[in-house]
């Protein structure tokens, strides 16, 4: 594996930071587990390969091993995220080890960890496909078992709502809680005029769903033209029942990503 | 060839299986065949190459030494398959040779080689242009001479009709049998919520009916925007006299595989 | 260049068949010339890559010294295309050099080159993104100065007219011959239920004019939708003005083959 | 760096050219700065390999160091365009420094340089997603954040209101100063049967701006699909606050590029 390399010198960074800059956070950063970051790492690229994301977007992971921190790469492309760049925030959303400029909307991340303790993944992404339901205002429906999620519904978050005339970004801890009070019990909540965020309780799930939900919203899109409102979804029940690990869908993606 | 050895491996293997694990079935688990094999691996890679299956769908050849058995990999994702994958399964889709866990769908293809002894090879797949058609109640019909045996008729097997409310697979014999009587004397059937069986008599041939229904269906759905009801599609008389080997298309898409 | 061995040996190819081989013909065999060979190769190649052609279609150009001859491959998937397939034909579509089973529907070239002494190469493709426009009789109209040819009109060839129930196939002089005439003076005829054609005076713009075909039935669908019946095309007289070379398109496709 | 010896080249070259051809320009050549020449040689790769430009269109940057002048590629794809390739060209579009044939439409760069003095780079694409907007006359909105700047309007430049009847082409400084009237104070203007030309104050804003100038199409296009005249695009306010740098947008662009 060529990046191990990489990831322990991840992990002295970290214990290194951790060790002379105790004022980033109250309690001592958890030393990132190299497997899981490089799970971050692949989740990243592969968003980017399989076009979830552009150059704009992210994803993040709890930290198994401390429930109060999530870890999530510094400001930047998702296709070039390395280990190096996985920085652990708190759930205020302020580093706790790692170096780097942060995202500016990272609270999209610390707010959902915190109002869903069931959430241990987290995407945001400018999911082309989902804008102009959003635009719309057209309800997400389960096209196939691979959407199932999507019975929970999928609500629109406008920024709006929380903050009147903005620059459309989650920037703000009190933007973040609204955003996460849309979401609520749900898997996905589209964003008006600016992507989605998508919650799991894993990082492999949460890539498939981010990623189902885009080409779900390209079935019914296309449903829609064929029928208008007379497309048959997944029955509720259905859609209850046919849970999905996407396990396979992860190793596909992974044996596709550039070397 | 790189996977020679592999085949050989996995016919080694296979013949230590059936030698000591006589229980698995009760005629003798024959040996498979390299070429077939082979050509089993490069038709599941051709279909996730060329976009009809994603990490999930599944491809099956009958034993041709053999009527009453099929090979299929075991459960796993098409594009990563190789020759010690695939498993004989008997027409109960109950193991015969190899290891390893199955599809939980496996029955879809034993039971189409029970119902059809024409049939030599079968497709599953989440064929993502046909959904809208089952979920729209649209009827697919023959855009050109490469879709001919659209003109058979695509039926739409609705899962709920013979299990009600369910997970949406079809994870046992009886819906099998259900799916195989939709289907009944005809090259495809679409799965309402899900995907499509498609089933020919060779290997080749099914891969490229599963392709070319996935391309039928887009170029309808854009003649249906142009004209609505008004479109032309083949004759019937047409559709039987456009048969198709689409050797040109295995070869092509052979030649498009990553190395 | 890797492929100059290739083509003499082809060159040698053709000097042995013509020699040995002379009731092919009733005049003796033009020797193909590599550099003209080398290019309708690389046409095959871009065709394919390009998405204009999948495993099937067909590229052919005029002998420039033999005006009663011209080159295409014999029978098979373009992509795979090289020098030593390409065979000699006489206008009769009658191999007069090399070896191998020629495509059943190279009556199209042949007819063409008799009919049109202007016409120096021939495209047959399944374009699919022109096969909705035959089906739904919606015709072809000029988007963008690219596909300035579309301004001559696009006229469709429905092989009922001529064979009644076929198998859609161009496969006799008579039926080559049809087409020819549907095709007039014009630069593409499109194929109810099958595809197009396209003729031109040089092999670069007959691949380009193929392309552009296509990019401008997708744009004019797209306008359709957007407007209806008020869509603004090019003018006929702007049509007519804005010839095209296409020579850095040529170019840039020839960039992106694979090696 | 596999260039920087042809940007020395490209340097030493200029210097020369600007010695001995000193009739070019009234004043000298301002010799170009590799680093610049270099990012332009990347501007234009992204371009062709996000699908932005084929075979056609061009990318300019402003001198930095000589407002009066601009560097541009001679004549050629873009996809092929090398430091060897760069031009500079004085505000009447006529060649500074440099060798080789000019793109005819060279002048929609010079044009706008003079009107603009906040523009430091000028695209000039066939950019297939806007041009069934301009046909059909429905005016660009902005869908997300990524196309804020659609938000100060998009008008059309019609050719025919300033050359009458036309090859199509902007061909003369008094068509460059046509469109350049018609573009304003605003990123972006499109061109009736022909594309679109993109103006801003960078060259990695300037490709940014033409790609998601499509991307917004696309989207506008389906959310008007679901819902006609009742989408919600981004408020005027909204659309001014949402200013991007797309930054990293570049750095995922460029490292996509093929090697």
Chains 1, 2, 3, 4 share one sequence.
């Not at 870890?71 to 925030?89: H, K, M, Q, S």
């Not at 799930?205 to 079935?219: I, Q, S």
């Amino acid at each position: 594996m060529r990046r191990i390399p990489a990831l322990f010198a991840a992990a002295l960074v970290t214990a290194l930071v951790s060790t002379v800059n105790p004022v980033l956070s109250q309690a001592p950063a958890s030393p990132p587990r190299p497997a899981l970051v490089e799970d971050l790492v692949v989740a990243n690229r592969i968003l980017a390969n399989e076009g979830v994301v552009d150059g704009y977007g992210h994803v993040s992971v709890r930290n198994p091993a401390n429930a109060n921190r999530y870890f999530l790469a510094r400001a930047g492309a998702p296709a070039l995220v390395t280990a190096a760049d996985i920085v652990e925030y708190d759930l205020d959303s302020q580093p706790a080890s790692g170096s780097g400029t942060g995202y500016t909307e990272r609270f999209i991340h610390g707010e959902i960890y915190k109002a869903r303790t069931d959430v241990t993944a987290v995407v945001h992404c400018h999911c082309l496909d989902v804008i102009p339901f959003a635009a719309a205002n057209v309800p997400l429906r389960p096209m196939y078992h691979m959407g199932y999620f999507i019975g929970e519904g999928v609500p629109v978050f406008d920024i709006r709502t929380a903050a009147g005339i903005s620059d459309m970004l989650v920037g703000t801890p009190a933007l973040g809680q609204a955003l996460a009070r849309v979401l609520g019990r749900r898997s996905a909540a589209l964003m008006r005029g600016h992507g989605a965020v998508v919650a799991a309780d894993s990082l492999h799930v949460v890539v498939a769903k981010a990623y189902y939900l885009n080409v779900n919203a390209r079935l019914q899109s296309e449903a829609m033209r064929l029928r208008g409102n007379g497309v048959t979804y997944l029955d509720p029940e259905e859609a209850k029942k046919a849970v999905q690990t996407y396990e396979r869908s992860w190793e596909f993606w992974k044996s596709r990503l550039p070397r």
